[in-house]
DNA sequence: AAGGACCCCAACCGCTGTCCA
DNA sequence: TTGGACAGCGGTTGGGGTCCT
């Protein structure tokens, strides 16, 4: 794809010594596109010392790349396990929501997607943008927009009568900051679909690691920032399904680990290293041909993200929601707490829309196949007022009536287990004021510290022993009051 | 068929955070 | 405490591919 006319060698070996450039003890870097010949250097450089000490690679390995560029080369394209091709619905989703909660955080987006670079999701994020603002769409679905502004209300309030657990670092949010959390709050917007999810979910994989926040936490974790590899991999992967779980909607997949193989060492990489090797000498032949044309295959066929996902949710925002619904209790007219009349009346628009989804007053979500699961149509009829949408989390904590308003089957019909977010972009949504990238957030510290809160909401009835497991675990992870254990938040 | 617009994405760049001497 | 080294992150660039007119 990519050829040697941006980064010609020519030029490259020449200029910036810093950042990728230049030479390192006299030997010309190089920039540029990688080649076969290249990869399957770092590739066996790696494998046999390990991710890090990226500037040893040049010096050992005989690359004539900087370290940074290995770093990089290695992370967006040779490391195992890196899922290739284009996101998949559910991704699109998570990628929406972890932007509503996470802003211009790629790197912390990425550790939510397993095999998905930050580099990958960020390409993904600007052309989406570009793609929306060109179109003058709101960056996130309807749903997601409302939500967040509406629960950004409600969250102002709740936070200022009820510091979270660990007030300490939410107390020096800054409004704004506040805002950009709690514009995370449209996850809520999946509740539903996470209880359900739950129940479909396989209760050992429910536990939840909510601790296990790669917030930060990887950060300094050198060796796989991706968490993907090494000693890391697994308890990488664990939160990432916890906190995908937050996110997503439970699909109809599950993270395997059975056949995801988290060993660096394991088939991936050697499948991928073969597969370099196997190919290289064809590149190798005349020209290096830049290696990012190898093949790759884009899931070993055994990992789908798809498929791993389908983590009960438990997003912070239930807690919000929590309040919300206690608040309710309380007599409170949810309607104060957010959504202007004209907020609410776009919801009920868009919910209205939809034949057999207008909102209903006992607080059920509308009952919709996958199918027809979209952004577009999906997120006002989630919740189509604010007053049934927090109505959901209240059903749950009274541990009553998911029973009373609809069987557990009824939920688990609005799974989005397929959510086409992707047909979001072509909706021919409201005009938007863009307040997209606005959204830029520096902070999930909420959500998480909002989870401890949100624990005690499951046990419910027939949900299954999955919810129940995980809210077991949840409790015991929170209770213990071992937030020490948390990863420090920004 | 040609040319422009747009999309995709690899790679670079600059900066920040952390570790360590 | 300080400064260098290193790793990582987010923004940006720009070329090839694709779509559209």
């Not at 109505?391 to 069987?407: F, G, R, Y």
Request: proline share 7%; charged share 20%; with cysteine.
């Amino acid at each position: 794809m990519m050829t040697n006319n941006k980064h010609s060698n020519s030029t490259a070996l020449s200029d910036d010594a810093s950042s990728g450039g230049g030479s390192i003890g006299g030997v010309a870097l190089k920039k540029g596109p990688w080649t076969a010949t290249e990869d399957s250097i770092l590739i066996e450089y790696v494998n046999k010392h390990g991710e890090g000490n990226w500037n040893a690679v040049q010096k050992n390995s005989g690359l004539s790349r900087c370290g940074k560029s290995c770093r990089l080369r290695w992370a967006n394209h040779l490391r195992p396990n890196l899922k290739k091709g284009s996101f998949t619905p559910d991704e699109e989703r998570l990628i929406l929501e972890l932007h509503s909660k996470l802003g211009n955080k790629w790197a912390r987006m990425a550790a939510q997607l397993p095999g998905r670079t930050d580099n990958e999701i960020k390409n993904y994020w600007n052309t989406r943008v570009k793609r929306r603002q060109r179109a003058g769409l709101p960056l996130y679905p309807n749903d997601m927009h409302k939500q967040g502004t509406s629960t950004f209300h409600h969250n102002q309030s709740y936070l200022s009568q009820q510091p979270p657990p660990n007030p300490s670092n939410f107390s020096s949010l800054s409004p704004s900051q506040q805002q950009k959390q709690n514009f995370g709050t449209p996850l809520s917007l999946f509740e539903p679909l996470n209880l359900s999810s739950a129940a479909s979910y396989p209760a050992q994989q429910t536990t939840a690691h909510f601790l296990s926040t790669p917030i930060n936490g990887f950060k300094r974790f050198r060796g796989d920032n991706y968490g993907f590899s090494h000693s890391y991999s697994n308890s990488t992967s664990l939160f990432n399904q916890n906190l995908t779980s937050q996110l997503l909607p439970p699909p109809s997949i599950q993270f395997n680990l059975g056949n995801y193989d988290l060993n660096p060492q394991h088939t991936m990489m050697q499948n991928q290293y073969d597969s370099t090797r196997t190919l290289a000498p064809d590149f190798s032949s005349k020209l290096e041909l830049p290696s990012n044309q190898l093949s790759q295959p884009a899931s070993n066929g055994d990992y789908q993200i798809n498929d791993s996902l389908s983590i009960p949710s438990n997003s912070g925002l239930l807690d919000a929601l929590i309040q919300e619904a206690q608040a309710m209790g309380n007599g409170e007219d949810m309607k104060r707490q957010g959504l202007s009349s004209e907020q609410q009346d776009k919801c009920s628009d868009h919910g209205n829309a939809l034949a057999g989804d207008v909102p209903s007053n006992n607080g059920t979500p509308p009952l919709r196949s996958a199918g027809d699961q979209e952004w577009n149509d999906s997120s006002p009829n989630h919740f189509p007022s604010v007053g049934e949408k927090r109505k959901q989390p209240t059903d749950i904590e009274l541990n009553s009536t998911v029973e009373e308003d609809d069987d557990l089957s009824n939920l688990l019909d609005i799974i989005p287990s397929a959510m086409l977010v992707s047909d979001f972009y072509n909706d021919g949504g409201e005009i938007s004021n863009g307040q997209s990238s606005g959204v830029t957030d520096e902070d999930t510290g909420l959500d998480m510290q909002q989870l401890p809160s949100s624990i005690h909401t499951t046990t419910t009835n027939t949900t299954n022993t999955t919810i129940t497991n995980t809210t077991l675990s949840m409790n015991h992870d929170w209770t213990t009051g071992d937030w020490n254990n948390l990863p420090e938040m920004c």
